[in-house]
T-cell receptor, first 109, second 111 residues
Framework: GQQVQQSPASLVLQEGENAELQCNFS?????MQWFYQRPGGSLVSLFY???GTKHSGRLTSTTVIKERRSSLHISSSQTTDSGTYLC???????????FGAGTKLTIKP | EAAVTQSPRSKVAVTGGKVTLSCHQT?????MYWYRQDTGHGLRLIHY???????EKGDIPDGYKASRPSQENFSLILELASLSQTAVYFC??????????FGEGSRLIVV
């Protein structure tokens, strides 16, 4: 079945530092999405990125298909970036969406 | 604005009792999903559906049933709730652009 591995499991940074989150998958990529889960629990879609690089403000997502990995880069981190970041892999064959375990990011002031 | 509404938002159930979690979407999406999340873990897929009156098993379907009576509604049913089913449950819908829209979650405590 599909396997999605995220690293690191947790990351603590000082405000202003950059964060690099990784997602590796064991099957051929269909599409990749990144989500942010607020401390209260709700989830927000950040990127839909099956390949290449996409930017949104201080966030950059890069997916390299042949290496079966996707990354999320957060520049100049802020305390409001704290939360859990999840990547998800979509299988176009059966539309099954599989999540990684997430990276818990803590930004200290 | 795409919307996915879950009910109830919170529930305490007795072991062995029946629990129904409901999900309603106004996105006109074909795909709907039920996930559970345990403290400190990611989301695991329980059931999903790509058309009304049809459901598919996800990665952890044991102990759960699902029902999709219409495009807008997708329910998760625990016929005999157990302690191990204490978790937060998320419903989501997806359209052809493969972007998931999540509900706010339903916190279930089985005692």
């Amino acid at each position: 079945g599909q396997q999605v591995q995220q690293s690191p499991a947790s990351l603590v940074l000082q405000e202003g530092e950059n964060a690099e989150l990784q997602c590796n998958f064991s099957t051929s990529l269909n599409s990749m999405q990144w989500f942010y889960q607020r401390p209260g629990g709700s989830l927000v879609s950040l990127f839909y990125n099956p390949s290449g690089t996409k930017h949104s403000g201080r966030l950059t997502s890069t997916t390299v298909i042949k290496e079966r990995r996707s990354s999320l880069h957060i520049s100049s981190s802020q305390t409001t970036d704290s939360g859990t970041y999840l990547c998800a892999l979509v299988n176009y064959g059966n539309e099954k969406i599989t999540f990684g375990a997430g990276t818990k990011l803590t930004i200290k002031p | 604005e795409a919307a996915v509404t879950q009910s109830p938002r919170s529930k305490v159930a007795v072991t062995g009792g029946k629990v129904t979690l409901s999900c309603h979407q106004t996105n006109n999406h074909d795909y709907m999903y039920w996930y559970r999340q345990d403290t400190g873990h990611g989301l695991r897929l329980i059931h999903y559906s790509y058309v009304a009156d049809s459901t598919e098993k996800g990665d952890i379907p044991d102990g759960y049933k699902a029902s999709r009576p219409s495009q807008e509604n997708f329910s998760l049913i625990l016929e005999l709730a157990s302690l191990s089913q204490t978790a937060v449950y998320f419903c989501a819908s997806s359209g052809t652009v493969n972007t998931l829209y999540f509900g706010e979650g339903s916190r279930l405590i089985v005692v």
